[in-house]
């Protein structure tokens, strides 16, 4: 039976909507528990749960804070939850800048981001009373630090030992900003919580998510796949110059609006703040590429694998990629990779593309 390339959607989207309301059965299970931190590989619904945790917090009447790191995700937290009573979500930063009353220097350093604006807050906290009945950290891989859980700390009635609270983190391989192993810290200053592991992919496709898991040695990270197998492979595609790149680029745009992505439903991802999507020199391509955030409904949206992180989207493509080895490049790779939900393009060059070749030929561990 014929069906449209929009309903093909609207069934994928409440197929990946039924998958994770299983995985809301994690958290029926703790519910006894009131310290806990979930760990688990891209696309095993972390953020998801997160929000079902916060919904069901205040649905009970408790305030509950929800924070991040990344801003991108930030805004989508704060989207999902602003109709609830005594619930504020976004990004820790965002947050401690709220309270601090503050604004961040031009060119604010990262020692500015990482201490002195966690000083500012922790004045405030101590002034005024922000404290919340339960504290629930997405991204917890990049906030477990001992700066931002002294805020943490403060911001949470009975602080980080006695309150209640939830983190989801990834400590494997989406720790991309060099804070270390923010689990050592956290149990240095907590006595005990409970620890459970996601272990099913809801995001991917089995290709997809096999890719990603392979390409940077993480292996069987995944014992199930929520997903079927739809037969496409990840496509790797060559580029030898930026004029190559960007040529493979607009046909990689116009294989997927010839499989019915629409432009909206496509991301290009880059290690790059300046990378082959926002240095195009074509005008007809420069006009269907647009930053993430400003891109209109008719328009793809690029922006950094940095910046998209903790987000998904239909289809993905991937530019710029000149190293697949070593760990910052294999990090990197993988929350770019593990972005895509059904269609996953990579342009690489030919170093990469051998690197790759290699990774993929050594198996799993």
Known sequence: MAI????????????????????????????????????GAAGTGKTFLALEAARRASLKGQSVRLLCFNRLLGGLLAAQLKELPESRAGTLHKAMLSLAEVEPPE?????????????????????????????????????????????MDLMLKGGLAAGRWLMFGDFQRQAIYEVGDGRDVLSARVPSFFQPVLHHNCRNTPRIGQAAAQLTGLGNVYKKFRRPDDGINVEYVKYTSPDEQELKLAQAL????????????????????????????????RER??????????????????????????????????S??????????????????????????????????????????
Request: glycine share 4%; proline share 6%; with cysteine.
């Open 254 to 285: 116009d294989l997927l609006k010839k499989d019915h992505y629409p432009p909206e439903q496509i991301v290009v991802l880059s290690p790059r703040a300046k990378g082959a999507a926002s240095e195009c020199a074509n005008p007809a391509l």
């Open 289 to 322: 590429l647009k930053p993430y955030e400003i891109a209109s409904a008719k328009q793809t949206g690029y922006t950094t694998i940095h910046a998209f992180k903790g987000l998904d989207a239909p289809a993905v493509i991937v530019t710029d990629i000149e």
């Open 4 to 39: 449209s390339p929009s309903d093909v959607r609207r069934l994928r989207d409440d197929e990946r909507l039924s998958f994770l309301e299983e995985q809301y059965e994690a958290l029926d299970l703790i519910d006894a528990e009131p310290r806990v931190l979930f760990t």
């Open 107 to 151: 060119m604010a350093s990262p020692t500015w981001w990482r201490n002195e604006l966690p000083d500012l807050a922790l004045e405030a906290l101590l002034d005024t009373d922000h404290q919340v009945d339960v504290l629930i950290i997405d991204e917890a891989q990049d906030l477990c630090t001992p700066e931002y859980l002294d805020v």
């Open 324 to 365: 697949a080895e070593g760990a910052e490049a294999e990090a990197l790779l993988y929350v770019a990779l593990s972005r895509g939900a059904d269609r996953l393009i990579v342009l690489a060059n030919d170093q990469a593309m051998r690197q790759m070749a290699r990774n993929l030929g050594r198996g799993y561990q």
